[in-house]
């Protein structure tokens, strides 16, 4: 994807739906366009939040540590996210690691910029707004899940929320088109490396998902919906 500003990389953004041409191009004025390589720590827990990031293209996973010294998997980053940007506007460190799982591409912003074009343009701050309380209600679900359900219907609603923010169609079903490991599932879903690989080898013998270490295809998402909300297959929608 090519570096120049163009205000094409910002349309369909949620961050500023609704906002005219020229609006966008004053948005762009005000911000940096950079390539992330895969692997490229984009920043780290306990950084000074001082920026403000929107992913264009690639995908980012946010990981935060613990005291034990153990990683736990927040969530990854697709096109159209932002992302750094409630820690930068609440005035509070970095509260994970952000890192490029493939190649990728984001534009970001200072946090005097950003605060200048939401004070010029409320309609940026109420997108902001809307973006966040989606994601606190995803994480709401998340520890509901935690709390409530057995393992094989976390994992189950974990790869169906990855095959809702990145999922291709390919001809063995849809494939979540970035790497991702056992462990980063085990991460996500309260559980451990040993479960997870039982779990997925189960299924692959049952025909419902194909996978390597770091690549999964869900060959039946029906099935898959059936076990995260505990339905007999037949019933799945």
């Not at 995803?138 to 709390?147: G, K, M, N, P, S």
Request: charged share 25%; with cysteine.
């Amino acid at each position: 994807m090519p570096l120049t500003p163009d205000r094409s990389i910002l349309k369909g953004q949620q961050l500023f739906a609704g906002l005219a041409d020229e609006e966008l191009d004053d948005v762009l004025r005000h911000a940096r366009t950079r390539r992330l390589p895969k692997d490229m720590r984009v920043f780290s827990q306990g950084d000074p939040a001082a920026t403000c990031h929107v992913l264009i293209d690639g995908r980012i996973k946010l990981t935060q540590s613990t005291p034990d010294g153990g990683q736990v998997v927040l969530r990854f980053i697709g096109p159209g996210d932002m992302y750094g940007t409630v820690a930068a506007l609440i005035g509070i460190p970095m509260p994970a690691d952000a890192t490029a799982v493939v190649d990728s591409v984001e534009v970001y912003w200072s946090l005097e910029a950003m605060h200048a074009l939401m004070q010029r343009y409320p309609r940026v701050a109420l997108n902001s707004n809307a973006i966040t309380g989606g994601r606190l209600i995803d994480l709401q679900t998340r520890i509901r899940e935690l709390a409530s359900e057995r393992v094989e219907r976390r994992i189950a609603h974990a790869l169906l929320r990855l095959v809702r923010q990145a999922g291709r169609r390919v001809d063995e079903g849809v494939e979540i088109d970035f790497p991702i490991t056992r462990q980063d599932l085990a991460s996500m879903t309260g559980s451990t490396l040993h479960t997870v690989s039982r779990t997925l080898s189960a299924w692959e013998e049952r025909g419902i998902v194909e996978g390597s270490r770091r690549h999964i295809v869900v060959r039946a998402p029906h099935r898959l919906v059936a076990i995260a909300e505990d339905l007999p297959e037949a019933d799945a929608p």
